[in-house]
């Protein structure tokens, strides 16, 4: 028997291909030299193997691929009409390269079948951990290759045990189908979810740098919390939630193996410090020196409308304002600040850590976990001034 091509990612997209019949000699010849431009020349020995099981090294299969293709277009000038792929494939190898010796049909819906039973999770009908590895090292090669970032979220249902205990394991499967449903009406199509094994979950985010990962992760831990689960009810906090945790590469991690020890362990920081929050791999706890500021701001919650307020006071590590909105303590926002002397304003994500209720609003406090390229140095700039007129004020 020969052994099947291992890319999984082409056979599933060759796969898609047949399934939705792309047509003419001349579409095919086209689809295929864009994907040999993605993946080389392993195309051919997939596409000739999916097809019709018979393995080539990459060159011969090219070889044979642009022959069927002559083929397919001579066997359609002679009966004027228009003939599938795979006819001209069967007369190919069955009757003039005599590879075939007991050739079967095999219906594009039964391989496709076949082929999520390899890389698909039985119980959720996300991916399973044998693509997710697969996946992984892709993208990594797509980060080297283009400078793009990726980042990885590592999702894990809070108090797991304790929901299978009150509610029975068969409660579980379905609560963890449908979280995996939850977390795939989330994210983009361009994103991959997989369950990583038992109750955790990994989502991989091509081309997404931290602060987009941030709001992602933030959409998809209030999507778990805003959701019914058959039995949520009975959880310690009386409802099905999730802790998160994430890391970005470039910025923490070289390699695919480093990128999801540190998601992971900032998936564990997020359950030490109280569960169903989001955390990042830099999201660490420091004490800064702390400044009187008035900066004019808005902040954006994640699916609700921004609103506007001042700051009192701003350090390094976040921000103090008052809020005519409650804010819920552990969620991710996004800030936006207008800094003195400057034509644009500064951007940056950060985590509410603290709310005190007054007799009108609230007082709020943020920290700040993250600021893209420029915009750290831009309010360190800011609290450099700050931090100058406060000394000379002091002599």
């Given amino acids: 028997m020969p052994k099947a091509p291992q890319s999984i990612d082409l056979t599933k997209t060759l796969v898609s291909l047949l399934g939705r019949s792309p047509g003419e000699v001349t579409a095919w010849r086209k689809r295929i030299v864009q994907l040999e431009k993605k993946y080389g020349a392993d195309v051919y020995r997939n596409l000739l193997y999916v097809l019709s099981h018979l393995d080539f090294p990459p060159s011969r299969a090219k070889k044979h691929w642009c022959r069927v293709l002559e083929l397919w277009e001579e066997l359609e000038r002679a009966t004027k009409s228009r003939l599938d792929l795979r006819v001209a494939v069967l007369h190919y190898f069955l009757r003039i390269q005599k590879k075939l010796k007991n050739p079967t049909v095999v219906e594009i819906n039964f391989l496709q079948r076949a082929e999520d039973s390899v890389i698909m999770d039985e119980l959720t009908r996300v991916y399973n951990y044998r ?124 390699t695919a193996e ?66 005519n909105r409650l ?22 994500t950060a985590r509410v850590v603290r709310v005190l209720e007054g007799e009108k609003d609230y007082e709020v406090g943020v920290k700040i976990v993250h600021a893209e390229g420029d915009e750290e140095f831009r309010f360190e700039r800011y609290l450099a001034t700050l931090g100058e007129g406060s000394r000379r004020s002091r002599k």
């Avoid at 400044?291 to 921000?319: A, C, H, I, Q």
């Fill in 131 to 254: 693509y997710f590895q697969h996946r992984i090292d892709q993208e990594m090669k797509r980060v080297r290759r283009y400078d793009r970032g990726l980042s990885l979220l590592m999702v894990d249902v809070d108090d797991f045990k304790w929901f299978n205990d009150k509610n029975g394991h068969l409660a579980g499967n379905q609560a963890l189908r449908k979280l995996a449903s939850v977390l795939t009406k989330c994210v983009r199509e361009v994103d991959v979810v997989c369950r990583y094994g038992g109750e955790e979950f990994a989502v991989i985010l091509p081309t997404t740098l931290k602060t987009g990962a941030l709001t992602a992760a933030e959409k998809v831990r209030l999507a778990v919390e805003r959701s019914r689960f058959e039995g949520g009810a009975r959880q310690p906090n009386g409802q099905v939630t999730v802790s998160i945790g994430l890391a970005t590469l470039p910025t923490d991690a070289s």
């Fill in 327 to 348: 804010l819920a303590v552990g969620s991710i926002v996004q800030i936006e600040l207008a800094l003195p002397h400057s034509s644009r304003t500064w951007a940056g």
């Fill in 258 to 323: 480093e990128l999801v020890a540190r998601a992971d362990a900032a998936l564990y920081r997020a359950k030490a410090h109280g569960k169903n929050r989001v955390e990042a791999h830099s999201d660490e706890r420091r004490e800064f020196a702390r400044f009187d500021s008035s900066l004019e701001g808005k902040l954006l919650v994640v699916n609700e409308t921004p609103f506007s307020f001042r700051t009192s006071n701003v350090s390094r590590g976040g921000l103090l304002f008052r809020s």
